[in-house]
């Protein structure tokens, strides 16, 4: 019999964190040995990495007592299934009538699917427990909140109230206070060739996705780091590069299908909840039933949010009131297909194969820099506006880079490298990648999160990269520098900014040597 797992406290992860800024240096064997020693519990290595990570930075300051002691809490009695049902009752309602023999039929399709019922006899699900279910206040508001929908319809009058009823909410707030929290979904491999688009990849069960998280403040002056869910845990494209992700500036998750279940967005919730210490925010969610279920299970429990207030957007016209759905996701989609296309071209004029040279490791970097370099404070601002605004608008596009998608599609038709290309509106927002409650996926979505995590890597052939060492990082950067300095509009900021990256990678160097002489000053000078 496999040995039980133990659960880690708050307050232990806290103390592994503050044993880890205390000595910076310590390696990951002598945290779990000290771990150990603290409370007779051997970490793992990637237990002990993931700890560490920006994830769990909100346990940097202080707990409460009750916080301190909390590991995850489940509910007494059959607690996956009943967030099972409880998951696709939200997500079915809006789109058809519940019955209770439909509920009948997914408690005993889930329990046959569900590991942890593996092996156990199944119950008889009763009308009885099936009212007591429905009667829970998460299918109770949704149930209000649909009739109330309906009586009030999406017409351009309804419409209005509704958005003036949110801005008179919001009113308490100031723009700085007020986020806006929104998901993308990203086929990293989806070829712009309509042959291609849809085939799974050789050795790959299912095509290679990511899903990311996004949020931002209302005036623009504060764009959190993004949390990205792929489909491995570590995959080999990390690995084999050496990189730390914490140095990437985003959280990294994973499950089977790439998707964000409602505990990977329970998790963010009570992360942004953290991050807004000493706060009090406002958070617009749209009603797409993994945010409603993951709302449910907090306020369910005995940790409630204590910066945040939750504000649902109205129904009406999906999208239209969620303000990164107004031009912020449209434009970061822009921009990473844009370096997808030309990778693509790139690639072929090498003479090698884009899908097999790709990894999610380049798809990341590029959805990193896109989201910090490319969605200004202008756009964010502009995008509020837009939604929370009672006239009709739609979406902003990059037009230059659109244009030059397009001229990159037709280039690639000529060359011969692809046979049919997609338009390039199908390319750049494919319907698949189009976050929403889809029935024919959802069975997929809501047992992902019970199931045990798929080792599935995202890559097919990565080549491990070498450790870079500080001269030759030095040399680099040297080189860098004297082009930046050769060029008629060289950028005089970002030459300071290179010499401040050299002072860091020389103290790094110092901070490394055990002994130092002044033969090793004098070459790391040099």
């Known amino acids: ?29 002598q945290l779990a040995d000290w771990f150990q020693g603290e409370y007779g519990h051997r970490l793992s290595s990637s237990s002990i990495s993931e700890i560490l ?12 007592e009750q916080q301190a ?11 996956e299934l009943e967030s099972a049902l409880n ?116 050795g790959v ?23 990205f869910v792929g489909m491995a845990k570590q995959p080999r494209a990390f690995t084999a590069a050496g990189v730390r992700l914490e140095n990437l500036g985003l959280c990294w998750c994973a499950n089977g299908k790439g998707w964000v279940s409602p505990q990977i967005f329970e998790e963010w919730v009570r992360w942004f909840d953290a991050s807004m ?5 406002a958070l617009l969610l749209d009603h797409y039933s993994v945010h409603q279920a993951a709302v449910q299970r907090i306020t369910s429990s005995n940790f409630p949010l204590q910066n945040t207030t939750i504000i649902w957007l109205p129904r009406s016209s999906a999208g239209r009131t969620q303000p990164l759905d107004q031009g912020i996701i449209s434009t970061w989609k822009t921009t990473w297909k844009h370096e997808w296309i030309r990778y693509i071209i790139n690639e072929f004029d090498k003479g090698r194969d884009p899908l097999v040279t790709m990894n999610v490791l380049k798809a990341v970097r590029w959805a990193v820099g896109a ?52 338009d390039v509106a199908s390319f750049v927002h494919p319907a698949d990648e189009i ?43 040297e080189k860098l520098r004297l082009y930046e300095e050769q060029q008629v509009d060289g950028d005089a900021q970002l030459i300071l900014e290179l010499y401040r990256l050299e002072s860091v990678i020389k103290r790094r160097t110092f901070a490394g040597l055990e002994q130092t002489d002044m033969r090793n000053y004098f070459s790391i000078m040099a």
């Open 87 to 202: 998951q696709y009752i939200l997500a079915a309602e809006p789109q058809m009538v519940v019955t209770e023999d439909m509920i009948r039929e997914k408690a005993q399709y889930y329990w046959n699917n569900i590991p942890a019922y593996r092996g156990k006899e199944m119950p008889v699900f009763s009308s009885n427990w099936i009212s007591r279910l429905q009667q829970r206040k998460t299918i109770r508001e949704q149930k209000q909140q649909k009739q109330q929908s309906e009586q009030q319809g999406n017409n351009d009058e309804n419409y209005a109230a509704q958005i003036l009823a949110v801005r008179e909410t919001l009113s308490r707030f100031s723009p700085r206070d007020i986020f806006s929290c929104g998901e993308a979904s990203l086929f990293w491999k989806q070829m712009p060739d309509r042959s291609f688009s849809a085939r799974n990849l050789p």
């Open 371 to 422: 989201w910090q370099r490319d969605i200004t404070s202008d756009i964010i601002q502009l995008c509020f506006q837009k939604a929370l605004s009672t006239e009709r608008s739609h979406p902003s596009d990059a037009q230059p880079l659109i244009a030059e998608i397009s001229q990159a599609l037709f280039g690639l038709q000529l060359s011969a490298r692809i046979k049919d290309p997609m």
């Open 277 to 281: 210490h000493g706060r009090q925010v």
């Open 1 to 29: 019999m496999a040995p039980r797992r133990t659960a880690i406290s708050t307050a232990q992860k806290a103390a592994l964190r503050a044993r880890r800024r205390q000595h910076p240096n310590a390696s990951l064997k």
């Open 205 to 227: 069960r299912e095509r290679p996705r990511i899903s990311a998280v996004f949020c931002c403040n209302a005036d623009g002056s504060q764009k959190l780091a993004p949390w």
């Open 69 to 79: 002691n909390a590991k995850r809490l489940r509910p007494k009695r059959w607690p």
């Open 435 to 477: 976050v929403q409650d889809n029935l024919e996926e959802l069975d997929d979505l809501i047992l992902s999160q019970f199931r045990p995590e798929e080792e599935q890597d995202d890559d097919q052939v990565v080549d491990d990269l070498a450790h870079i060492s500080h001269k030759e990082a030095l040399d680099a950067l």
């Open 53 to 64: 990570s920006a994830r769990y930075s909100h346990l940097d300051g202080e707990l409460t």
